[in-house]
């Protein structure tokens, strides 16, 4: 006989996770299917290693720039990288244990394998068949397959995460967000790295022109740039990987990295077994998350794509899902706000429209934009890259985006998504009254 259940989760991220919690405090019968470890990317191998690794380089960063500025010795400071993985292993390694004592404890049955869909309200996982009034889709997203010949040779960021000894050559393909992230981190640690982007727009979604001043930042570090530059072909051979371009060049390190961008991890649930509709590789589903064919599925967070592929987005789509099962199909996401942040050294942080998107959709904008790196809750970090560029509505005053280049860019782009969520006037957020000298001290200035 089959085990029944109110709600299936395939994953253990964190949709999955906010998800089954909300439905099992409701005295649903709820059970998580994880084909990995418990915690799901962010926790074990995203945002939140790579944060640990960041801030370690950061701050040996930091060091440096303000040697001879009052702080002996700075220039010295290296990174012991063995020591910063077993210092991300501290964060990391506990988090299957804990996640499913907490499951244990509340009543959610945890199962590890990898699930397919065997029916329309039922799946199969190690050996066994569950049925479920409603099944959610949660299982993230996974390297994109490009068309290039050796891609598969290509090493993840998970991989790049868990690398016990730091590679002396690293070669980035794709000039996205995991390719600057991780780029940054190994030059820090001592590492030659280059970054191989087809076009001539790295990091597309974000500001270009507070792009270009973090492009010529990086080159200034000695990470190598490469625009206008197309991986033809991927080759492993006894000195390790060769990249060879679209216009003839070679490129040759210890480790090569996809940074081509993520994709829903669809891969292995037998959709169609399940009566669940997808297209190019993406589910096709409602504004309230519900698959268009089986009414049965939701899905959240990467899985979904119906947002941008943040955290964040996985929490409120896990809110919207969780309202429909338990309240009635009539809660949709609304992503207006969204902060991004791109975690280099200094950071690039982003909410709202760019200009150019605002001008796309015919939008009128006021831009105001300068230079921060005088300011004075820059210079004492020694950081010479710092920029804004904001986006205001000429008619109702509204922030319509911000885009900030600096040390404290992500943490202070948080109060201007407030104020896109909100819909506030860009004169009410120079109202505020912020804690002396600080990040968010420098929003009148950038207001004025």
Same mark, same amino acid.
């Given at each position: 006989m089959p085990d029944?259940?109110?709600?299936?989760?395939?994953?253990? @991220?964190?949709?999955?996770? #906010?998800?089954?919690?909300?439905?099992?405090?409701?005295?649903?019968?709820?059970?998580?299917?994880?084909?990995?470890?418990? @915690?799901?990317?962010?926790?074990?191998?995203g945002c939140e290693p790579k944060k640990t690794l960041w801030t370690i380089a950061e701050a040996a960063d930091r060091a440096r720039r303000l040697a001879g500025m009052g702080l002996a010795g700075g220039d010295r400071v290296t990174i012991d990288w063995p020591a910063l993985m077993a210092f991300k292993r501290s964060f990391t390694d506990p988090v299957p244990e804990r996640r499913a004592q907490a499951y244990?404890?509340?009543?959610?049955?945890?199962?590890?394998?990898?699930?397919?869909?065997? @029916?329309?309200?039922?799946v199969e996982v190690a050996g066994r068949r569950l049925e479920a009034r409603h099944i959610l889709i949660a299982t993230g997203a996974k390297p994109a397959a490009p068309p290039v010949p050796g891609a598969e040779l290509l090493a993840s960021s998970d991989d790049f995460l868990a690398l016990e000894r730091?590679?002396?050559?690293?070669?980035?393909?794709?000039?996205?967000?995991?390719?600057?992230?991780?780029?940054?981190?190994?030059?820090?640690?001592?590492?030659?790295?280059?970054?191989?982007?087809? !076009?001539?727009?790295p990091l597309a979604p974000f500001d270009?022109?507070?792009?270009?001043?973090?492009?010529a930042h990086s080159r200034r570090i000695g990470i190598r740039i490469e625009l206008g530059c197309r991986?033809?072909?991927?080759? %492993?051979? #006894?000195?390790?990987? =060769?990249?060879? =371009?679209?216009?003839? %060049? %070679?490129?040759?390190a210890d480790f090569a990295l996809h940074g081509l961008g993520r994709v829903p991890n669809l891969e292995g649930l037998d959709l169609a077994a399940g009566e669940v509709a997808a297209e190019d590789g993406r589910l096709r589903l409602d504004r309230?998350?519900?698959?268009?064919?089986?009414?049965?599925?939701?899905?959240?967070? !990467?899985?979904?794509? #119906?947002?941008?592929?943040? =955290?964040?987005?996985?929490?409120? !789509?896990?809110?919207?899902?969780?309202r429909n099962l338990l309240e009635g199909c009539r809660h949709a996401p609304d992503y207006t706000g969204v902060t991004s942040a791109v975690f280099t050294i200094p950071p690039l942080a982003s909410v709202g429209l760019t200009e150019e998107a605002a001008r796309e959709k015919g939008l009128r904008v006021e831009v105001k934009e300068?230079?921060? #790196?005088?300011?004075?809750?820059?210079? %004492? =970090?020694?950081?010479?890259?710092?920029?804004?560029?904001?986006?205001?509505?000429?008619?109702?005053?509204?922030?319509?985006?911000?885009?900030?280049?600096?040390?404290?860019?992500?943490?202070?782009?948080?109060?201007?998504?407030?104020?896109?969520?909100?819909?506030?006037?860009?004169?009410?957020?120079?109202?505020?009254?912020?804690?002396?000298?600080?990040?968010?001290?420098?929003?009148?200035?950038?207001?004025?």
């Open positions: 029944q259940f109110d709600l299936v989760a395939l994953g253990s @991220g964190t949709a999955a996770d #906010a998800v089954a919690r909300r439905c099992r405090a409701a005295g649903w019968r709820v059970a998580i299917i994880e084909a990995r470890e418990l @915690g799901g990317t962010c926790a074990l191998r244990a404890e509340a009543g959610i049955e945890a199962i590890q394998g990898a699930a397919r869909f065997v @029916g329309p309200r039922a730091l590679p002396r050559r690293l070669l980035m393909l794709g000039g996205g967000y995991i390719s600057f992230e991780c780029a940054h981190i190994a030059a820090r640690a001592g590492a030659e790295v280059a970054i191989l982007n087809a !076009d001539d727009r270009q022109a507070l792009v270009q001043r973090l492009v991986a033809a072909a991927v080759e %492993r051979g #006894a000195a390790g990987f =060769t990249v060879l =371009t679209e216009d003839g %060049r %070679r490129f040759e309230h998350l519900r698959s268009l064919s089986n009414p049965a599925v939701f899905a959240a967070g !990467d899985a979904a794509a #119906a947002g941008p592929q943040l =955290t964040p987005v996985a929490l409120l !789509d896990a809110d919207a899902v969780a300068g230079d921060m #790196a005088d300011y004075q809750s820059v210079r %004492r =970090t020694g950081e010479a890259t710092a920029a804004f560029r904001l986006l205001l509505a000429p008619e109702s005053g509204c922030l319509l985006g911000a885009h900030l280049l600096g040390p404290d860019a992500a943490e202070v782009i948080n109060l201007f998504a407030l104020a896109v969520r909100l819909r506030l006037p860009a004169r009410e957020l120079g109202e505020l009254l912020s804690a002396y000298p600080s990040g968010a001290s420098n929003i009148s200035s950038m207001l004025r």
